[in-house]
């Protein structure tokens, strides 16, 4: 069964960066493409940053374009998101989850992940 937990989360000050990590165990990460979803208080999930299973295709929701790298590391069973140029606005508890796609991930939603982990907040603040 596919265990995933994520990591690095914290208080940052507006502008600044964040890491986070996502490590899998109990199969193999590059089974399955991921996709990093946040919910900050009172709104709902929404998708933030997607990776292919190979890793040969990424995609991120246009309010973190160009501010956010997602990245995979399937010999470390790892996913990486690179934060930069943070925002108030991106305060919230990040998710990774896993899912076995047959289509981009850019294509997918909430409901097409059944692997999830525990969360870890992320806070932007002065």
């Known amino acids: 069964q596919l265990q995933l937990v994520e990591s690095g989360g914290g208080l940052v000050q507006p502008g600044g960066s964040l890491t986070l990590s996502c490590t899998a165990s109990g199969s193999a990460l590059d089974n399955y493409a991921i996709k990093w979803f946040r919910q900050a208080p009172g709104k709902e999930r929404e998708g933030v940053s997607c990776?292919?299973?190979?890793?040969?295709?990424?995609n991120s929701a246009d309010s973190v374009k160009g501010r956010f790298t997602i990245s995979r590391d399937n010999a470390k069973n790892t996913v990486t998101l690179q934060m930069n140029s943070l925002k108030p606005e991106d305060t919230a508890v990040y998710y990774c989850a896993a899912a076995t796609l047959h289509f981009p991930c850019e294509w997918s939603s909430e409901g097409d992940f059944g692997s999830w982990g525990q969360g870890t907040q992320v806070t932007v603040s002065s």
């Open positions: 990776i292919s299973k190979s890793g040969g295709s990424t």
